[in-house]
């Protein structure tokens, strides 16, 4: 089990369901879904360059990583209805 905790993939659907459960249960205006999805893709991108020069950054590339699941999931519901 602890193995399965540490493999990545696993946050990254763990995020991407419970984006899915807030989109389902709580309203978000679309071009808002839409401005934070635009925005944490190029956070992303930006921390994914930085992890890749400085190893200090892996951490926050993680974050990042996880919020843009999330957000993934709630405008999957969001655009979806």
Known sequence: MKRTLQFVPTYITVFLIIGIISGYYFFF???LIFVFLVVAVIALLILYFRA???S???IYFGF????LS???GISTITFNN
Do not use: D, E
């Open 29 to 31: 205006h679309p071009i």
């Open 52 to 54: 890749s020069r400085h």
């Open 56 to 58: 200090k950054y892996n």
């Open 64 to 67: 990042g990583l996880i919020i």
């Open 70 to 72: 999330f957000i993934i």
